[in-house]
């Protein structure tokens, strides 16, 4: 830039970004800040890291003055605050922080750049939700194509990873690349330099970041697979009971609507996979029972997905069984080792309570010794907390072993004390399948409340008893007694499906 | 420590006309080197702990060949009390820390001092920690200026400007001998620019010149009958010194403007924003030539009337700007006013909202009030879209509340005790400050009050009598050394409290930014100083001690329910020692990278979980909430509800599948040791099991 003698802009450029702790935004501001130094103009920073490194949002606030002022010019007034509606660019490093900017009225769609990064870092709220407490993310991004003048959305965490580097060095690359504030890619190139820090690895990020923005921020999504590319995938996986998938798979879309081939089609694998043939059978059965009651596919669908996930529900059995698959060492080698010479050695942190081992017991002995237990223990029942070490051959025998023995499952107690509220739970959806769409669905999904091992499975079971027990028939009764239809009882079972799964213990 | 200061230390050293490019807080720590310090001290709290941080850095290599001694404070008290020196000797020196709550805790030296005042100049820095990005109660600095008269300065934004302050304070302390306080926002500590340096100044009496004689006057002293001519000379000789001095030296900025009907009053340190205010307004430009004047208070405390009077004087309109209540500065404006019968309409509170930060929207709403006309078009436009996203989101956006780090040492120990409370019943829990507040946040929800650094388990002392469980106190190690000692350990072990304290040693003052503690080890000049907890608390007649390791959380847990349960009477302490993890990886980060980078072997820990296990009910997370334990969506067909996941910033602490454990969850965790260049046998038997299990695998 020439050295002038007139200044012709009245006012600093703002730049605000919203991070987490711990994410760099310190770093990325001091970047920025170098950079205009670099290119001999005026700027100020601020922030609020009182948390930083601890996870907590923070904010950093940038002004930059857009020309060089000349010796003796007054000086700019730089404010240590972002004014609503008044800023020029918003860096986020998390979908999550663009919306707390947004929601602060910072973007103004006259002038705002918005740059963030699509990935997401749940909060503790959206993580301890039992069920699905993670906000949505549309509404994050019709704010943002609303509200930005310009957008650029784009998963900078994983840019980063791509080229191994940091998400805030792509983040500024993409800020270099959109051109909004006066500074070239050199100056941000001298900035990171300057920085003295991992400089070959912040350049690299920073070129991808650049990269993105010029590649109009092209997003890769996965089309999803043909259902019989994975109908072939699933009969390997059942080796031997491969063929027996297949014959009920055919069956079922001989019988059923084309919408629901595929959720059928996986809902059999899983329970052929989980016991056998038979088994499989008997859930197509369920199946068939609702459909001759009149319902829809909407609702049969989710009664297929609920009703296969708790047939497979996860007895020791099982979970030994998963944990032995050739798929599951796999996985983890792939998930946490780059390079085949290392050696990996996995501990699993197994606890089974007394119910969960003589659940797989055949009820005729267990019974009794459940009776005793759960006199004696009526709380925390006596638990065997082990550290299997799988990848030695003594530890996977253990596991392999136990889940060998799924031919005990049918007449063990658990699957007596599963099925008793399972028949229960059926009962009451087949009743009001065609009382009401909205109310069958509710009701089928209180299976989805119940989650977890052990107590915490107890706890919930015992929950859905009691709904299905006790709120469920008289809730109908004035229902039907003031023939309004029936939303009083379908918002009420949602509430309390709600007040359970957000429920502390 | 949690940042290096080496490039900031360079910066200190520089001379005339150099030019130091940093925070605020550089600046004021170089204008103190070019003020002449002898002496240096403080207690470490955000925004003022990198002033003590970078001096620590800076002590060998500047402090020392100055002769300038570094103070690393036990707390606030001591630190207030260290300024004790300039009352008897022409010594300059400066102290810090955070303020309201620092100030509190010394304000009994403060008095002491405030008192027989000072020969040589004393400032204190405080990090005035009010408003949004506050981590403290909400209550005005200014107070204790006005009831102890110390001046206060509130100095405009801008490094050069600190600088000026600082320098010009010392000679206010000086020429009146009153301590003088400079009180340093959040934003404004760590505002980046830039100054022009000027040389570090050698102090005449210092550790390389020491005294010799010393000095007895008794009318220096705070006793009666001194005290009773002290507080003559407050008011008398001091305050009115001081005035004179802020008048004949320009403390105070008067920014002319052609309106001379109105005006406006403001705290320095409210200038940038209210400039900002009314160029958004139309009223200024964006180089702060403003079209009605303003009256610019570096100097907060005391305020000089005939300044005051002389801007008012003729203005039909006076707005006062002053952020916090109880508002001091408009009181004593509109008393000037009123004693001098001036026709001025003053305006304050009545036109801005009275409590919380002075953002720009509050002061712009202000301003508009006050002005009228144009800016009410100008904030509309300004204000066009506000709300829509609101609208647009549905719901607001969830908080994010600062918490416990990634393999953090406190995080399993409120597990532990999360777990115990399930057992055995929820009971009384009194928090305290540090790291381990954050308990008191979501998913811990652990703590029932706080009652200031240290003052947990004092705080427990009414309600452990008055309730039927024991009640369980928390205490850090920083806190411990600050104040817990006596104030909590010896006042309940004095009054035979039957309770349980919880001390979470970490070995750093952690929250701020890893300061060395006594538990440490070395204090922060480098010297090796070691205190004991467990040794002190025994010799404080302490009989029931454990000490656990917290990441062992079904041990700890035992540990708790043995305190709560035992029938031994009196305190009961479980010392949680694990190192600070921020600290920690520091350490191990350099050291994993340098085994790998030359072929050693290295084992390396991390977690995870079987998303095929895991049911999503999420318990783990409502005893854990570790960062890296996160959500991933559900990989099974037929399952909606997202699945819990460990990230790759796992450090492999084994909170996890501890809790899984200790809590009974689920199977779903394991540990996996990655063993980057094995050994020769390592590898040949990892061969040889993966054939043998892979003959059985499906």
Redesign the interface.
């Given at each position: 830039m020439n050295q002038m003698t007139e200044v012709s802009a009245n006012r600093p450029l703002s730049i605000l970004i919203g991070a987490l702790g711990g994410q760099g935004g310190g770093v990325l501001t001091e970047w920025i800040i170098a950079a205009a130094t670099h290119a001999g103009l005026a700027a100020q920073s601020t922030s609020i890291p009182g948390v930083a490194q601890r996870t907590g949002a923070t904010t950093y606030y940038l002004e930059i003055f857009p020309e060089r002022l000349p010796e003796g010019a007054p000086e700019p007034v730089f404010s240590l605050y972002p004014v609503p509606g008044d800023v020029d660019v918003i860096i986020a490093g998390e979908l999550l922080e663009a919306g707390r900017m947004l929601e602060m009225d910072y973007a103004s769609p006259e002038r705002t750049t918005l740059i963030t990064s699509t990935h997401r870092l749940y909060s503790i709220g959206e993580k301890s939700v039992a069920g699905n407490g993670i906000y949505p993310r549309e509404r994050i991004e019709r704010a943002a194509h609303a509200l930005a003048h310009s957008l650029v959305a784009f998963d900078a965490l994983a840019a980063a990873r791509a080229v191994g580097s940091e998400a805030n060095a792509v983040l500024l690359g993409a800020l270099a690349a959109l051109n909004v504030l006066p500074l070239t890619p050199a100056d941000f190139e001298a900035a990171i330099r300057a920085g003295g820090v991992a400089v070959e690895r912040n350049l690299t990020g920073f070129a991808a970041g650049l990269k993105v923005v010029t590649a109009a921020g092209a997003r890769d999504v996965q089309p999803e697979r043909a259902w019989n590319e994975l109908k072939a995938e699933r009969a390997r996986a059942l080796r031997s009971r491969g063929a027996a998938f297949l014959k009920l798979c055919a069956q079922a879309e001989a019988e059923f609507a084309a919408s629901l081939h595929r959720t059928l089609g996986e809902a059999i694998a899983r329970l052929t996979d989980y016991q056998d043939e038979r088994y499989a059978a008997d859930f197509l059965a369920r199946v068939r029972q609702l459909v001759a009651l009149g319902a829809g596919p909407k609702l049969t669908e989710l009664f297929v997905r609920r009703l296969a996930v708790w047939m497979t529900y996860e007895d020791a059995i099982r979970v030994a069984e998963l944990k032995t698959r050739r798929a599951r060492l796999a996985r983890i080698r792939q998930e946490h080792l780059s390079d085949d010479k290392a050696v990996l050695s996995v501990t699993d942190y197994l606890k089974p309570d007394l119910d969960e081992i003589y659940g797989i017991l055949p009820a005729v002995i267990a019974a009794p010794l459940a009776r005793r237990a759960e006199r004696r223990w009526p709380q925390g029942r006596p638990t065997l907390a082990q550290h299997v070490r799988t990848t030695t051959v003594t530890g996977f025998l253990r596991l392999w072993l136990l889940g060998r023995l799924r031919f005990l499952r049918p007449a063990s107690l658990r699957y007596q004390r599963e099925f008793a509220l399972l028949e229960r739970w059926q009962q009451a959806v087949f009743e009001v399948a065609i009382t009401d769409e909205s109310l069958a669905c509710e009701v089928i999904e209180l299976a989805a409340v119940i989650k977890g091992y052990g107590h915490v499975r107890r706890r919930l079971s015992a929950a859905v008893a009691r709904l299905l027990d006790e709120t469920l028939a008289p809730a109908l009764a004035r229902d039907r007694a003031a023939g309004q239809g029936y939303a009083a009882t379908t918002e009420l079972l949602r509430q309390e499906r709600q007040a359970i799964l957000s429920s502390e213990n | 420590m949690?940042r290096s200061f080496a490039a900031d230390v360079k910066q200190l050293a520089f001379g005339n006309g150099q030019t130091l490019?940093g925070e605020g807080i550089l600046a004021i720590t170089k204008a103190l080197l070019q003020s002449g310090i002898s002496y240096v001290g403080g207690y470490p709290g955000?925004?003022v702990s990198h002033l003590l941080d970078v001096l620590a850095d800076a002590n060998e290599s500047l402090l020392a060949p100055l002769g300038i001694y570094f103070d690393a404070s036990a707390s606030e008290a001591a630190a207030a009390a260290l300024l004790g020196a300039s009352i008897n000797y022409p010594m300059r020196g400066a102290v810090t820390w955070k303020s309201v709550v620092g100030t509190n805790v010394a304000s009994d030296a403060l008095s002491n001092l405030a008192s027989p005042g000072v020969i040589g100049g004393a400032l204190i820095i405080v990090g005035d920690?009010y408003g949004?990005?506050?981590?403290i109660i909400q209550e005005r600095t200014h107070a204790f200026a006005l009831k102890s008269s110390l001046c206060l300065l509130d100095p405009r934004?801008g490094l050069q400007n600190f600088a000026r302050l600082v320098e010009a304070g010392f000679e206010l302390s000086e020429a009146s001998n009153l301590p003088t306080m400079l009180s340093l926002r959040?934003?404004?500590a760590?505002?980046?620019?830039q100054m022009i340096c000027r040389d570090n100044v050698r102090p005449a009496i210092s550790m390389l010149s020491p005294l010799h004689q010393p000095s007895f006057d008794y009318s220096r002293i705070s006793h009666p009958p001194s005290t009773f001519r002290h507080e003559a000379q407050k008011f008398e000789l001091r305050l009115p010194a001081a005035r004179r001095f802020v008048l004949e030296r320009g403390l105070n900025e008067i920014i002319p403007g052609e309106d001379s009907q109105v005006g406006i009053i403001v705290q320095g340190g409210l200038t940038?924003?209210t400039?900002?205010?009314l160029?958004?307004l139309g009223a200024a430009?964006?180089?702060?030539?403003s079209r009605m004047p303003l009256l610019v208070l570096n100097v907060v405390h005391p305020l000089v009337p005939e300044q005051i009077l002389d801007f008012l004087a003729e203005k039909k309109r006076v707005l006062v700007l002053e952020e916090g209540m109880p508002n001091f500065i408009e009181q004593e404006v509109k008393a000037l006013a009123y004693d001098r019968q001036l026709k001025t309409e003053i305006h304050g509170k009545d036109l801005i909202a009275a409590q919380g930060e002075y953002?720009?929207?509050v002061i712009?709403n202000a301003l508009t009030r006050f002005l009228a006309g144009e800016a009410e078009e100008r904030r509309a436009a300004?204000?066009?879209?506000?709300?829509?996203?609101?609208q647009?989101?549905?719901?607001?956006?969830?908080?994010?509340?600062?918490?416990?780090?990634t393999g953090c040492p406190e995080r399993p120990v409120f597990s532990a005790l999360k777990i115990a409370q399930?057992?055995l019943g929820a009971t009384h829990v009194a928090a305290d400050i540090g790291?381990h507040a954050?308990a008191t946040?979501?998913?811990f929800?652990q703590g029932n009050t706080i009652l200031g650094y240290g003052m947990g388990l004092a705080s427990a002392g009414a309600v452990a009598q008055a309730f039927d469980r024991r009640v369980i106190s928390i205490m850090g190690d920083g806190g411990f050394w600050h104040s817990g000692l006596t104030a909590g350990v010896a006042n309940a072990v004095y009054n035979r409290q039957d309770s349980v304290l919880v001390i979470l040693e970490n070995f750093y003052t952690s929250a701020t930014g890893q300061q060395a503690n006594p538990s440490s080890g070395v204090n922060p000049r480098g010297q090796a100083v070691k205190m004991s907890i467990a040794e002190t608390i025994r010799s404080l007649g302490v009989r029931w001690l454990r000490l656990v390791n917290p990441y062992r959380v079904?041990d700890t847990l035992a540990v708790i329910k043995e305190a709560m349960t035992t029938k031994a009477e009196g305190l009961k302490v479980i010392i949680a020692r694990g190192e600070c993890q921020?600290e920690r990886q520091r350490r191990a980060k350099p050291q994993i990278a340098a085994k790998l980078k030359a072929g050693q072997r290295i084992?390396l820990p991390?977690f995870?979980v079987?998303a095929?296990?895991c049911?999503?009910?999420?318990?783990c997370?409502?005893l854990n909430?570790c960062?890296s334990?996160?959500?991933r969506e559900n990989p099974d067909?037929?399952?909606?509800?997202?699945v819990a996941h460990v990230d790759e910033s796992c450090v492999g602490c084994g909170l996890c599948?501890?809790v899984?454990?200790a809590a009974?969850?689920?199977?779903s965790?394991?540990?996996?040791?990655?063993?980057?260049?094995?050994r020769f046998i390592?590898?040949a038997l990892?061969e040889i099991?993966r054939r043998?299990?892979?003959l059985?695998?499906?």
């Open positions: - | 949690e490019r955000s925004p920690d949004a990005g506050a981590s934004p959040i934003r404004a760590h505002l980046r620019g940038a924003t400039l900002r205010a160029a958004l430009d964006g180089f702060g030539r953002v720009p929207q712009i300004l204000l066009q879209h506000a709300g829509r996203a609101r647009m989101l549905e719901q607001p956006v969830p908080p994010r509340p600062p918490a416990f780090c399930r057992e790291c954050f946040l979501p998913p929800n079904s921020l084992a991390r995870g079987d095929d296990v049911t999503g009910d999420k318990s997370m409502r909430g960062p334990l996160t959500l067909p037929l399952r909606d509800d997202p599948g501890e899984a454990h009974v969850l689920c199977p965790f394991y540990e996996v040791k990655v063993i980057r260049h094995p390592e590898r990892d099991r043998i299990i892979g059985l695998q499906t």
